[in-house]
């Protein structure tokens, strides 16, 4: 397997937009769901957005869900999380990640392949 490299992260203040990028998609063969996740200092890793094997199956935390859009381009071997509307509770580590089965799953414990993270500070 291949480490999946996030990056895009960065500074943004409260409303503004980033897109963050992740590739390759940390497998040989062509991956099944994967997803995003964050950690902010202090908490546990949450789920954010996952995306199955084909696009076909999005599901997202409550917390971003009608702001933050995932996708893929399997020819790019590239997964996005577009993210708009950034609130300073956004702020986090954000880490993508393969999964191990398909579909859209949420646990961390489906997921068998991390990239380092990319760091998002939203300013208020």
């Known amino acids: 397997q291949v480490q999946p490299v996030e990056s895009g992260g960065g500074l943004v203040q409260v409303g503004g937009s980033l897109r963050l990028s992740c590739a390759p998609n940390?497998?040989?063969?062509?991956?099944?769901?994967m997803g995003w996740f964050r950690q902010a200092p202090g908490k546990g890793r949450e789920f954010v957005a996952a995306?199955?094997?084909?696009?076909?199956?999005?599901d997202y935390a409550d917390s971003v869900k009608g702001r933050f859009t995932i996708s893929r381009d399997n020819a790019k071997n590239t997964t996005y999380l577009q993210m708009n509307g950034l609130k300073a509770e956004d702020t986090a580590v954000y880490y993508c990640?393969?999964?191990?089965?398909?579909?859209?799953?949420?646990?961390?414990?489906?997921?068998?392949?991390w990239g380092q993270g990319t760091q998002v500070t939203v300013s208020s």
């Open positions: 990640a393969a999964a191990s089965r398909s579909g859209v799953p949420r646990s961390p414990d489906s997921y068998d392949n």
């Open positions: 940390g497998r040989s063969d062509s991956p099944y769901a």
């Open positions: 995306i199955s094997r084909f696009g076909h199956m999005t």
